[in-house]
């Protein structure tokens, strides 16, 4: 009787609201050059918890997501299948993000991937400030290009940036997708589509995503290889998917990779070249952030 009478009451009486969660979930491997970078820089962009799930990692990536684990801002998920089936994968983390963390935004992020807003301090007061109505933010992306002695200091040699990053078909880099949280998502292969909401409704233009694909030719050489022979290992993955991951697969086995990394490396003199033609744009906002979160890994700073 009582029990019940405390059910009516508390139905009576205004209840606390929760405050918004931005949840942010990455989908890693072998990235522990550049993840701790990843979750310190977002938490300062207003990121409240990450769901990450380590792709059979072997270097001391599992190491620093459980140290956030520890710290209670991150929900650990292993996930030992190599057949780099994504889309389940976030889909996974996102429909999580929305009914066990109380996720009001999520953004599902690749560890080389910085988020910036355009008009707001933060990403999470970007997010707040958007339209009741919109429920889907597309974000530009643009690629930072790999400097000569740039191998694990991507945070402060790193600076150039592409004014227009193209894809390995030549077209223009195709923007990821961030999402309010909703239990019934579906998240496209790739982070770049969502599906789920009765009324879609997506804005651009309020977020740019700073992109590091190559940072030192052992990363890119690993991320290619084990990417490469996943994508081999899952006969239901539509051939469409991971197009350049497959192409740079094929270099590898022939041993043309390094010789195609070389290509995408930049020297002193090219780099100089870039900025004249103003093919390259110089931008240091991420390393004076780090600098000032003072990041104990050895990124350069």
Same mark, same amino acid.
């Given at each position: ?5 405390k059910?009516?009451l508390?139905?009576? =009486?205004? *209840?606390?609201r929760?405050?918004?969660? +931005? ?16 979750? #310190?820089?977002?938490?300062? &962009?207003?990121?409240? $918890? ?7 990692s072997v270097?001391?990536?599992? @190491?620093? +997501? ?19 089936? *994504? ?8 429909k ?8 009001t ?8 991937? $910085?988020?910036?807003?355009?008009n &707001?301090?933060?990403?999470?007061? @970007?997010?707040?400030? =958007?339209?009741?109505d ?9 690629? $930072? ?7 694990? &200091?991507f ?7 592409e004014?227009v ?7 223009? +880099? ?7 949280g ?15 909401f009765?009324?879609p409704?997506?804005v ?6 700073q992109?590091f694909?190559?940072r030192?030719?052992? *990363? ?8 490469g ?7 239901g993955?539509?051939?469409n ?12 086995? *022939?041993?043309?990779l390094?010789?195609?990394?070389k290509? @995408?490396?930049?020297?002193? #003199? ?9 093919? =390259?744009l110089? #931008? #240091?906002?991420l ?13 350069? +700073?």
């Open positions: 009787m009582f029990s019940g009478l059910r009516v508390k139905g009576l =009486l205004p *209840q606390k929760k405050p918004p969660q +931005l949840v942010m979930t990455l989908l890693l491997r072998d990235e522990q050059d550049i993840v701790r970078a990843n979750i #310190e820089f977002h938490l300062a &962009q207003g990121v409240d $918890f990450f769901i990450a799930m380590d792709n059979k270097d001391s990536t599992t @190491e620093i +997501l459980k140290e956030y684990e520890q710290r209670g801002v991150l929900h650990y998920i292993y996930q030992g299948d190599d057949d780099y089936n *994504q889309s389940a994968w976030v889909t996974q983390m996102a999580l993000a929305a009914t066990e963390f109380d996720a935004w999520v953004i599902n992020n690749d560890a080389d991937e $910085f988020w910036w807003p355009v &707001q301090p933060t990403l999470k007061e @970007e997010l707040e400030a =958007l339209p009741a919109v429920n889907m933010v597309e974000g530009d992306r643009y690629n $930072f290009v790999p400097v000569e002695g740039s191998a694990e &200091q945070a402060s040699k790193m600076i150039y940036r004014k990053s193209l894809n390995p078909r030549g077209n223009p +880099l195709p923007p990821k997708v961030a999402h309010r909703i239990p019934g998502i579906t998240v496209g292969q790739g982070n770049h589509s969502v599906w789920g009765k009324k409704k997506a651009s233009g309020v977020i740019d995503i992109h694909p190559l030192s030719y052992a *990363q890119f050489e690993n991320k290619i290889v084990k990417g022979q996943a994508y081999e290992r899952n006969p993955d539509p051939k998917t991971g197009v350049g991951w497959r192409r740079l697969y094929e270099e590898y086995k *022939q041993g043309n390094p010789a195609h990394y290509q @995408e490396e930049y020297s002193p #003199e090219r780099l100089k070249q870039g900025l004249e033609s103003g093919e =390259l110089v #931008e #240091e906002r390393p004076t952030l780090l600098k000032g979160l003072n990041i104990k890994d050895n990124m350069g +700073l």
